[in-house]
């Protein structure tokens, strides 16, 4: 491979880039000039902004909800454990009597 080979197979092939007066960068992976996938970035982002921008909340309230089961879940399978196991009855009794005066507190406080 030298230039003149080159010349004669590579260059014709670039002729109608080299053949204009501006620069011309193109990026071949999209098959696009970068001025334009800059300009389809902006839009993509405009409409983003302009029209999705509540589109998280329904997945977030998803996401609680389900961490809300899950603490449910969480408590009942204690308390179910918690009861078949008599010698942590009283211990039991006493976190149960302090969570049920923490959550009137916090009801009262509201």
């Avoid at 399978?77 to 009794?93: C, D, E, K, N, V």
């Amino acid at each position: 491979m030298d230039e003149a080979w080159l010349k004669r197979e590579v260059f014709p092939r670039f002729s109608r880039v080299l053949a204009r007066a501006e620069i011309y960068l193109a990026n071949h992976s999209l098959g696009r000039p970068p001025d334009r996938a800059a300009d389809d970035v902006s839009a993509a982002l405009d409409a983003w902004y302009r029209d999705m921008d509540g589109a998280w909340d329904s997945i977030w309230a998803l996401f609680v909800d389900m961490v809300c089961v899950g603490l449910l879940l969480w408590i009942a399978t204690g308390i179910y454990m918690w009861w078949h196991l008599p010698a942590t009855r009283g211990w039991g009794w006493l976190a149960l009597g302090s969570g049920a005066i923490c959550f009137a507190i916090i009801v009262a406080t509201l």
